[in-house]
């Protein structure tokens, strides 16, 4: 949300009493709760995601005189977190989480480390017991500004109902500022429950649309490499900066190719563009390979080369020079060596860019047209070579985890939002995408498996409810399976497709790597079979309220998901798949 002027509302409950004399401001005292609701209300809150306890009943109870403000009802603490997050991405607006105690706090600590990793701007909440028996350990009582600080931008605990406005003003603030992140307030129950007549102060308007310095010096150095020898790196970044138009304009300017994050959070630049190469592998050797062919490479946004499994050498080779441009001053020249950085928003400092790149690449016109021409037959051959595989591997007597995958996107088109988190085909979904759209895709930076199921759920209240496709690997549907009965509960356009391989495939796959491993050699995957019993999918989505579909045949995965997107309901499809 770089660059979002926050627009001013003043809310507040006035009585004007004319003496004859002069006119007095009376405010009518109210309890913490609903001081938090109007604050709540001034910020253009729509949703608090929670799962009550007893410490938030003062709040549940506010909320019954409050219907513009509706409680999302996550059943479990982190699947309530996850919605929060998907919500934030997709409406491009901090969610608010109210979370239940320490207990809570602690069920949920591992979708905020994953809202941590991802810049999702949250304010999370969590009831307190009353400080006034503190000291007798009652409970449910807990440190709870210690418990969650390492996942948060700061936190601390509220001790009066007059400090709810500014706190929660500054937790608005704060989570969405460069870099964003999750920020934590504690609401003890007596603070709830006591009276106030605090003032509702009026919302500031705040410009953080920074352009970055020394652009021309960028583009002088930009202008000088030789037309095909720069990559562009389509960051994270791009997307909450609103800059997807502008890194298109970028890319064309050189014809050069664009790589998306080897870890994405979202593939903000459109997949059917020519110049689109995909997202980067994950290993520092498979990147360096790819990055051998440029004399340069320009990241737009940080945290561009996550890597997952170690292997010798750097991920940027020493022949390429890197550029950069944030707007977190902490990614520029962290790991490798920069030409230049420079920290500022991208939308508005590509905006000022590209007018000085026009002038200085006049002299590369032609190169630069050629480039064009050799892109657009380049991107058709690699769009032949996955129809040719696709064709290929349909034969298979069990669908492969590349046709299930290619089938699931043809039926889900290029407009319908897709939230991954299917290890088994989420590269093959990557590779198969072809959308003129910068936001059809999205995945969870910070790795913690269960954000899919529940993120897919705030994802579509983020868009209005508009359709949403969720794809999940059938270990990690367990983590968060709750998500189904909130889907269910407020009608939602979800289909959660589970890839089912019935095991942890990667781990397994990885272990088949290790020549030195002896699972291999003894065929005993201790902790990586999910088949003594199965998992009955759906069953479980039936007991959710859900209703369920297996697709067994490849042929009849396509039609599936379109009818599962046209129900306009929750609804669960599961595909088995191969484990190769």
């Not at 999302?72 to 982190?78: C, K, P, S």
């Not at 989480?97 to 979708?111: E, F, K, Q």
């Not at 080369?305 to 950069?324: D, H, N, R």
Request: proline content about 7%; glycine content about 8%.
């Amino acid at each position: 949300m770089s660059g979002e002027l926050i627009l001013c509302r003043h809310i507040r409950t006035q009585r004007m009493v004319d003496t004859g004399i002069k006119r007095l401001d009376a405010i009518e005292p109210r309890r913490g709760a609903a001081v938090l609701l109007e604050v709540l209300r001034s910020e253009g809150c729509r949703y608090i995601f929670g799962n009550p306890g007893t410490t938030e009943l003062a709040l549940m109870d506010a909320l019954t005189g409050a219907p513009d403000i509706r409680y999302i009802w996550g059943l479990q603490e982190a699947s309530a977190v996850a919605m929060a997050d998907g919500y934030a991405n997709a409406s491009g607006r901090p969610g608010f989480v109210n979370l239940h105690t320490a207990g809570g706090l602690g069920h949920g600590m591992g979708a905020l480390i994953n809202a941590q990793v991802s810049n999702t701007p949250l304010v999370v909440t969590a009831g307190q017991q009353d400080m006034r028996h503190n000291l007798t350990d009652p409970l449910l009582s807990g440190d709870l500004v210690r418990i969650a600080g390492p996942a948060m931008k700061w936190a601390t605990e509220i001790i009066n109902p007059d400090q709810i406005p500014l706190l929660v003003r500054r937790a608005f603030h704060d989570c969405t500022a460069a870099p964003s992140g999750p920020v934590f307030l504690s609401l003890p129950m007596n603070v709830m429950e006591q009276t106030s007549t605090v003032e509702i102060a009026e919302l500031s308007t705040i410009d953080r649309a920074a352009v970055a310095g020394s652009l021309d010096r960028l583009s002088d150095m930009l202008a000088a490499i030789k037309p095909g020898r720069l990559a562009l790196i389509a960051g994270d970044e791009i997307s909450p900066s609103g800059a997807s138009a502008e890194t298109v304009a970028l890319a064309e300017a050189f014809a050069a190719p664009v790589f998306g994050s080897s870890w994405p959070a979202h593939i903000p630049f459109p997949t059917a563009h020519p110049l689109w190469h995909g997202n980067l592998p994950t290993k520092a050797s498979e990147i360096r390979a790819i990055l051998e062919s440029y004399d340069a490479v320009f990241a737009l946004g940080g945290k561009s080369l996550i890597t997952i499994l170690y292997s010798e050498g750097p991920a940027v080779p020493p022949s390429c020079k890197v550029f950069q441009l944030s707007s977190d001053v902490r990614d520029l020249g962290r790991t490798y060596a920069t030409e230049l950085s420079c920290m500022g928003d991208i939308k508005a400092s590509l905006t000022v860019l590209l007018p000085m790149l026009d002038r200085k690449l006049a002299r590369h016109r032609g190169a630069i047209a050629a480039l064009w021409e050799t892109a657009a037959t380049d991107h058709e051959t690699r769009r032949a070579a996955l129809r040719e595989r696709v064709k290929s591997e349909s034969v298979a007597a069990v669908t492969t985890p590349f046709v299930a995958a290619a089938e699931v996107v043809r039926a889900i088109g290029p407009h319908v939002a897709i939230i991954d988190e299917a290890p088994a085909t989420m590269v093959s979904v990557r590779s198969l995408l072809e959308s003129s759209s910068p936001r059809q895709y999205s995945a969870c930076r910070g790795g913690g498996l269960g954000w899919g199921m529940p993120a897919a759920v705030g994802w579509s209240l983020g868009l209005d409810r508009q359709p949403v496709v969720a794809l999940l690997g059938d270990g990690a549907s367990m983590y968060s399976p709750q998500a189904l009965w909130t889907a269910a509960y407020e009608g939602l356009p979800v289909t959660f497709v589970v890839m089912n391989n019935r095991e942890y495939n990667i781990l397994k796959n990885f272990s088949k790597s290790q020549p030195h491993y002896l699972s291999p050699r003894a065929n005993r995957f201790i902790a990586m079979d999910i088949s003594d019993p199965p998992i009955d999918f759906l069953a479980l989505a039936a007991a959710m309220g859900v209703p369920a579909r297996r697709v067994a045949r490849a042929v009849d995965i396509a039609g599936a998901v379109e009818d599962g997107i046209a129900s306009n309901r929750p609804n669960l499809i599961e595909i088995p798949i191969g484990t190769t």
